[in-house]
């Protein structure tokens, strides 16, 4: 069955209810609406500019120095105390504007290895080497260059607006999402400790299938945790027409790839969010050899740290279990190995969640905010929110893509190329209007007005 997006709050059933602002609050809101909307239309010829170099100048994950230093440069020259190489390559700008909370507003950087494929002025054709030191076409295929540039102009419209708002911003450019590695890197080196620590964590990120101009939520789980799992599945050697003299790991790596497939759909309870999926596999080196052993690569899924464990000892125990049924010695059995890498569930806290939701509402109007559904895509977002200090954390997503293109595709039960495809297309006007002012009103909203107690 397909899922199809309706952006109604009612076909999600949270029957969410906000209550209206007071006349004064609401025209004092109106008032600095204004004044946001004005400096953005100020501010987006050059903002356009800045994207458009992004784009074209795209960098892979802890090696987005071109990046950071655009971005550094562009707070600097707001006021803004800056530091760089905060978790290698992350970016920290500090704004204190007075007593007031600490709101850390963060914008991911880096690019995939993708060959762009759209016919655009400002395509990608660079070509940059990964951390592995191979050379590999790269694109900002899933939106990133869309919020450094958003938050370069919240940066510039939350400066501009100084006498409207007290308290601390913390602007934070990471590396390294794409290999969820960048968030925890920064907070290791310090971005609770050496800066300010937010009282309130804040992103956003972007999606070409939803439509520009859509401000979508999601309270609790919002991205699901992503594992890597890497199995070698060991045998005994020899040669092909004489089978019976070995422990095939061809046959044995199929039937646990078989195996896995039940974990999900007779462990874990229906209706409970999970995935086991084999992305890799690599064995053997000629068809009459049965070699040594072969090698498979996996990712799970989940939105809840006791699925994903369940998940792990699953896999060690089908592993095991079907190493020993084969008769594979002990000293080779199957070696299940959990890669470090992983991103955790991101759970937006929901009290939070529902304030910005009404902003948005105030902000935008009711028919371009609505809650959408968690995806079992993986964010480093993550983080944030799981230190010791459980600080407040909400990412909400911002439409990307051209409506007309969305509605096209979806009367011809197509959808159109989504983030990390080599032909996604981001409709930057008005996806970056939009980006920046959502993270310019979440900062108001949560920020005392001058003179005004909380």
């Not at 076909?11 to 969410?16: D, E």
């Not at 950087?109 to 400002?122: F, Y």
């Not at 049924?325 to 000293?331: C, Q, T």
């Not at 935008?364 to 954390?393: C, K, L, M, N, W």
């Amino acid at each position: 069955m397909k899922t199809k997006h309706v952006f109604s709050a009612a076909a999600f059933g949270l029957g969410l209810v906000f209550a209206a602002p007071a006349p004064a609050a609401r025209a004092a809101s109106g008032e600095v609406r204004e004044a946001v909307q004005a400096r953005v239309a100020a501010e987006f010829a050059s903002l356009e500019a800045i994207y458009k170099q992004l784009h074209a100048n795209p960098e892979l994950a802890f090696q987005e120095f071109e990046t950071a230093a655009l971005l550094a440069k562009e707070l600097r020259a707001l006021g803004i105390e800056v530091t760089e190489k905060v978790g290698n390559t992350g970016v920290v700008g500090v704004l204190k504007n007075g007593d007031g909370p600490t709101v850390l507003l963060r914008a991911d950087m880096d690019g995939l290895p993708v060959k762009e494929l759209v016919d655009l002025p400002w395509a990608s054709k660079a070509v940059k080497k990964d951390l592995a030191g191979k050379e590999v076409p790269t694109m900002h295929a899933c939106g990133h260059d869309l919020h450094v540039t958003g938050l370069i102009g919240a940066a510039r419209t939350l400066v501009a607006l100084k006498e409207r708002w007290r308290g601390t911003i913390v602007f934070v450019g990471q590396p390294a999402e794409e290999i969820v590695s960048g968030a925890r890197a920064m907070l290791t080196d310090g971005l609770y400790t050496r800066f300010p620590r937010p009282d309130f964590a804040l992103g956003l990120h972007v999606f070409s299938h939803f439509p520009a101009g859509l401000v979508g939520y999601t309270e609790g789980p919002a991205y699901a945790s992503s594992w890597a799992v890497d199995v070698v599945v060991r045998g005994v050697g020899g040669h092909g027409s004489a089978p019976h003299t070995t422990k095939d790991p061809v046959v044995l790596a199929a039937q646990i790839v078989l195996g896995l497939q039940t974990i999900v759909s007779r462990e874990i309870q229906p209706g409970v969010p999970a995935v086991v999926t084999v992305g890799s596999i690599h064995g053997g080196t000629k068809r009459n050899i049965i070699g040594e052993e072969v090698k498979l690569e996996l990712t799970l899924r989940g939105y809840e740290d006791k699925v994903m464990e369940h998940l792990v000892a699953s896999i060690r125990r089908m592993c095991d279990g079907l190493g020993r049924a084969a008769g594979v010695p002990e000293d080779r059995l199957p070696v299940v190995v959990l890669q470090k890498e992983g991103a955790n569930v991101t759970v937006n806290t929901p009290e939070l969640t529902r304030k910005l939701a009404g902003t948005f509402r105030e902000w935008f109007g009711a028919g371009r905010v609505e809650p959408v559904p968690p995806i079992t895509g993986a964010e480093d977002f993550s983080e944030y929110g799981r230190t010791v200090h459980r600080v407040p954390a909400v990412i909400w997503t911002v439409g990307a893509g051209d409506p007309a293109a969305i509605a096209a595709a979806k009367q011809a039960g197509k959808s159109v190329p989504t983030n990390h495809s080599p032909d996604v297309r981001f409709l930057h006007d008005p996806t970056l209007q939009t980006c920046v002012i959502s993270l310019a009103a979440a900062a108001l909203e949560l920020m005392p007005a001058r003179g005004v107690e909380r």
